[in-house]
């Protein structure tokens, strides 16, 4: 390789900064590309980190449960249109799956998104029948029943984002 080619490549490198976190006996390491430490600091990097997972699930809801996999039609105003209430109707499911955790006193993690859509149709055939109106007081009063809560793992452990919430969200670090 030559000089100038050697060059080319020492302009394009990124800076990156390496947070190692010791966390129930096992080591994690983040990287980020922000440098300052007091701009990010280490609780809310690992914070950030754990919620990306949040994101690759709404993902796999949306493709796999929502049928966002495939397309109905390929004119584009269809596959904008097909997007667009995709995504509605996931923002809908999030709320009434929210509205159910705190129906159950629950946290929103320990309710399955999944389940709550499946058990739409119960709470359709119990409408019909005259027997609720109420599809959150519905999906809470049956949630044993349907699945709606998740069951608990067998080495249940809190994760970083039970411990960190109390940092990011204090006056003193807006």
């Known amino acids: 390789m030559n000089r100038y080619a050697r ?3 020492q302009d394009q490198r990124q800076l990156v900064r390496l947070v190692a976190v010791l966390y129930s006996g096992k080591w994690y390491r983040y990287l980020s590309n922000e440098l300052d430490a007091e701009r990010l600091p280490t609780a809310y990097l690992v914070a950030l980190y ?3 997972w949040r994101i690759e699930d709404a993902y796999a809801i949306v493709k796999r449960l929502l049928g966002l996999a495939y397309f109905w039609c390929g004119a584009q105003n269809a596959v904008e249109m097909q997007v667009w209430a995709t995504w509605l109707l996931y923002a809908v499911l999030v709320d009434l799956t ?7 006193n629950q946290p929103f993690a320990a ?3 999944e389940m709550v859509y499946r058990s ?3 709470f359709t055939q119990a ?3 005259g027997e609720t109106n109420n599809v959150v007081a519905y999906l809470a009063a049956n949630a044993k029943l349907l699945g709606i809560v998740k069951r608990k793992r067998k080495t249940a452990r809190p994760s970083p984002l039970e411990i960190i919430p109390p940092l990011l969200t204090s006056s003193c670090h807006p």
């Open 7 to 9: 060059g080319a490549l």
């Open 50 to 52: 754990w919620q990306r």
């Open 98 to 104: 929210d509205a159910v955790a705190e129906a159950l």
């Open 111 to 113: 309710i399955s998104i």
């Open 120 to 122: 739409l149709y119960f």
């Open 127 to 129: 409408h019909h029948r």
